[in-house]
């Protein structure tokens, strides 16, 4: 009778331990850009950590080249400090990070923002949306506007940058349920 005990604790420890190896491996990897295809640029400026799921408008880390995008703290894989010489103003605060990076285009791309631990504080927030072909971007992820994740594009006359409104708003879900566990 004991066995049929262990059995069940077993198989749910066997099945929580299958998400979370999807969730260490998603800070351990850096972000991969695309080789080849339709591409889109992204300044991106954060105060915390960065991941992305790119050809997805959900969260699976088991996508080829989802990762870390940029983190303020050290000993993630990140692409802090790169430029590709995107015009436009930088509006940035002190503590963030930035990048510039290459995203593909027409399809979608999960970002998920982690801020960092504040006046005993943690907060998580994530967007999706679809750049368009040699469309630049800039993403602001920060604690301090409502732990927030904003998107704005730079129109063709590069003078100021205008809000773009994610879709679909809130919250993402994993892409795969098992992933919760």
Request: include cysteine.
């Amino acid at each position: 009778m004991t066995v049929l005990r262990v059995i069940p604790v077993a198989l749910l420890v066997l099945l929580t331990g299958c998400g979370q190896v999807a969730n260490i491996r998603s800070l351990s990897t850096g972000y991969a850009p695309p080789q080849s295809g339709e591409t889109a640029r992204v300044r991106l400026i954060t105060d915390g950590l960065v991941r992305a799921v790119p050809g997805r408008d959900c969260l699976d880390w088991n996508v080829p080249g989802a990762g870390v995008m940029a983190s303020t703290k050290s000993g993630f894989p990140d692409h802090n400090g790169e430029s590709l010489g995107m015009p436009g103003p930088i509006y940035t605060w002190s503590g963030a990070v930035t990048t510039e990076l290459v995203v593909p285009a027409n399809k979608p791309i999960a970002l998920h923002y982690l801020g960092q631990l504040q006046y005993s504080r943690q907060c998580f927030s994530s967007m999706t949306f679809v750049p368009r072909p040699g469309v630049d971007y800039m993403v602001q992820a920060t604690i301090y506007a409502n732990c927030s994740i904003q998107l704005h594009e730079l129109p063709a006359h590069g003078q100021q940058w205008e809000p773009v409104e994610p879709t679909p708003k809130g919250k993402l879900s994993m892409c795969n349920a098992m992933d919760n566990f």
